[in-house]
């Protein structure tokens, strides 16, 4: 994994979604910076429904531009994967992925600090934006969900800043192994109780695995997964 990757930084105003004109701010667009980042994210940028988005633990959504290619492969050409901030992410780079990626990671971003705090649960809005009604589901059983970042230290980063890793807490935690307890293992009940510790993690996180262990059982997605009738 390069300690240093180059990044697109997007922001996206609120405005309407798909044929019902759901509210939301996923569209999201290059921006040339300066930016500002603050402990919600970056400034100018907006998130339609900030119970479920945004926020100090999802600060800032990074995406790896490395998958594009991959969802060419899978779904075909779409005039969203021409560009990065297909899935509504403020950094988008080639070079670290949820392989290389690990929980807990700290990054400096010019004079900002951020730290992964936990990796993305894909919502039906991803269907809506790209007109199919599977992308979320994909997304999560694929592994390509990209991460978010809370804001350590709040700063300024400009063109030509590099996102820089400082620090690995957590080696033994790449997002991988998160992704995996979640969607794909998910009676792994000793896992979950590892990821329930992990400090670093975000606590709606934590207290999922925390739950699921103790019902023994796998919360319901489809509220998450399939648009509202």
């Not at 004109?21 to 919600?40: D, L, M, Y």
């Not at 992410?89 to 400096?108: A, C, F, K, M, Y």
């Not at 992704?179 to 293992?185: A, F, H, K, N, P």
């Not at 009676?187 to 979950?192: H, M, T, V």
Request: charge should be neutral; glycine fraction near 10%; aromatic fraction near 8%.
């Amino acid at each position: 994994m390069p300690t240093a990757v180059s990044p697109v930084v997007l922001s996206g105003r609120i405005q309407p979604l798909g044929p019902k004109g759901h509210v939301s701010g996923i569209a999201k667009t290059p921006t040339e910076g300066p930016w500002q980042i603050t402990r919600v994210g970056l400034a100018g940028d907006a998130q339609g429904d900030l119970k479920h988005h945004g926020g100090p633990e999802k600060a800032v959504h990074h995406y790896p531009r490395e998958h594009y290619g991959t969802w060419r492969d899978e779904i075909g050409a779409h005039p969203l994967l021409d560009a990065p901030g297909a899935f509504g992410e403020n950094l988008s780079t080639t070079g670290w992925t949820e392989q290389s990626v690990h929980i807990g990671d700290v990054v400096r971003f010019g004079t900002a600090v951020l730290q992964v705090s936990q990796g993305r649960q894909p919502c039906w809005k991803l269907n809506v934006r790209f007109g199919r009604d599977d992308i979320a589901y994909r997304t999560q059983t694929s592994g390509r969900t990209g991460w978010y970042y809370r804001v350590l230290e709040e700063g300024t980063a400009a063109r030509g800043d590099d996102l820089v890793l400082i620090a690995r807490p957590q080696p033994a935690w790449p997002l991988t192994r998160l992704i995996t307890l979640l969607y794909r293992e998910k009676d792994n009940y000793s896992g979950l109780r590892e990821m329930a510790a992990i400090a670093e993690l975000a606590d709606g996180w934590r207290t999922l695995a925390a739950r699921r262990v103790q019902a023994a059982a796998t919360e319901d997605w489809s509220s998450r997964l399939n648009e509202p009738q």
